[in-house]
């Protein structure tokens, strides 16, 4: 989510445990998210990212029916245009409060959550009562489990138009041990990119950025570029590439924003070298 607040924070403004909204730059509105790991459980270890792990989270257990309480709750909300009476989005456009989507996200890779396929059935079966707005459903993930088969079960319930954005920072296990401080790969990250790309369109989520002051080598970016032109050789349908930096500020200090015309010229490159679509953020 590209806010100023954390999930927790817009969470417990809204005295909610599971679900929080945010205006997405990359979303281009309105987002309702899902927090599926309350317990801040994550495979990987961002440098940039902004979620500050408090090991007192890690017995709290994601519960279906609070979560689909909160989440009516606010869709009504929605509904009945009163998201404006909230001070904290009170002076945000009415444009900006259309809303694009509810997102399973959060503090945590989403699909570690126990319950991922339940989560998803009850959101569809959700929004598919002629109570509730319509509304397109969106995965927000590092990539690593959509192999996994209750992960699996619960995609099979997304709808064409719903969406699913895959992160990708770098394209070698060393850049991404550096940067996303992860044992997983980047072999087994493409693998799964692949394996979902085939089956229906993703996004591309690029985060690139300084840490410790030393930015990304030209040889990562290579590595990383020609891991997007493999994907979509090998079959995966990739919709659009969304490279960005550090907006809210991240847990470690050390990690520090890459210039605009540096980002810029990594999608010029990815656009010339994939013939992908990719825009900055």
């Not at 699909?111 to 959101?123: D, K, P, Q």
């Not at 969106?138 to 099979?156: A, F, Y």
Request: glycine share 6%.
């Amino acid at each position: 989510m590209d806010t100023p607040h954390t999930s927790c924070q817009l969470r417990e403004y809204l005295g909610n445990r599971f679900v929080y909204a945010a205006i997405s730059q990359r979303a281009g509105g309105l987002l309702l998210g899902i927090e599926m790991t309350p317990n801040q459980k994550c495979n990987y270890d961002c440098v940039y990212c902004y979620v500050k792990r408090d090991p007192a989270n890690a017995r709290r257990m994601f519960n279906v029916r609070v979560m689909l309480a909160e989440l009516k709750e606010l869709l009504q909300m929605h509904r009945l245009g009163r998201f404006k009476e909230l001070s904290i989005f009170s002076k945000v456009p009415d444009e900006l409060l259309r809303l694009k989507g509810v997102a399973l996200s959060g503090e945590g890779e989403p699909t570690l959550c126990h319950c991922f396929a339940e989560v998803v059935s009850e959101i569809v079966n959700l929004r598919a009562t002629a109570q509730w707005p319509d509304f397109k459903l969106m995965l927000i993930t590092n990539g690593s489990g959509l192999n996994q088969q209750p992960v699996r079960q619960g995609l099979r319930q997304f709808r064409t138009s719903d969406e699913i954005w895959v992160k990708l920072d770098a394209g070698t296990d060393e850049a991404m041990r550096r940067i996303n401080r992860t044992r997983v790969t980047a072999d087994a990250v493409v693998n799964n990119m692949v394996a979902m790309g085939q089956w229906r369109p993703i996004f591309v989520q690029s985060f690139f950025c300084a840490f410790e002051g030393v930015e990304p080598r030209e040889d990562e970016i290579d590595a990383y570029i020609r891991t997007l032109a493999e994907a979509r050789e090998r079959g995966a349908s990739i919709a659009g590439v969304q490279i960005y930096s550090v907006v809210r500020p991240p847990a470690n200090p050390a990690c520090t924003r890459l210039p605009l015309n540096q980002l810029s010229s990594i999608a010029r490159r990815v656009r010339a070298e994939t013939g992908l679509c990719a825009e900055v953020y």
